[in-house]
């Protein structure tokens, strides 16, 4: 499973930011699509999951203010971000967990939250 994430950037307090993640390969493999962030000097941190089935889960600190939705049409996840807070300064990275339990990761996206 490959994965390409995008849509990060500068936003100032307040705004929003939609992250996109799209998986080729062994789509049908997957049954968890997710997102973790690292902040500097931070290890990283859980942010939400979606399963195959739709179950979605937000870490306490997004929950509310985040969305995780998935187009099965385009093989893709999106993480939608409103309002964003400087703490959510981060780099995002999107994931995936197969049925045999491999994880694969995206490479990344950055996410500046300033004024």
């Known amino acids: 499973v490959q994965l390409q994430a995008s849509g990060g950037g500068l936003v100032q307090p307040g705004g929003s930011l939609r992250l996109s993640c799209a998986a080729s390969?062994?789509?049908?493999?997957?049954?968890?699509w997710g997102w973790y962030r690292q902040a500097p000097g931070k290890q990283r941190e859980f942010v939400a999951t979606?399963?195959?089935?739709?179950?979605?889960t937000y870490a306490d600190s997004v929950r509310g203010r985040f969305a995780v939705s998935r187009d099965n049409a385009k093989n893709l996840i999106n993480l939608q971000m409103n309002p964003l807070k400087s703490d959510d300064t981060a780099v995002y990275y999107c994931?995936?967990?197969?049925?045999?339990?491999?994880?694969?990761w995206g490479q990344g996206t950055q996410v500046t939250v300033s004024s």
């Open positions: 390969g062994s789509i049908s493999s997957i049954y968890v």
């Open positions: 994931y995936v967990r197969a049925w045999d339990n491999n994880i694969y």
């Open positions: 979606i399963t195959s089935r739709g179950t979605t």
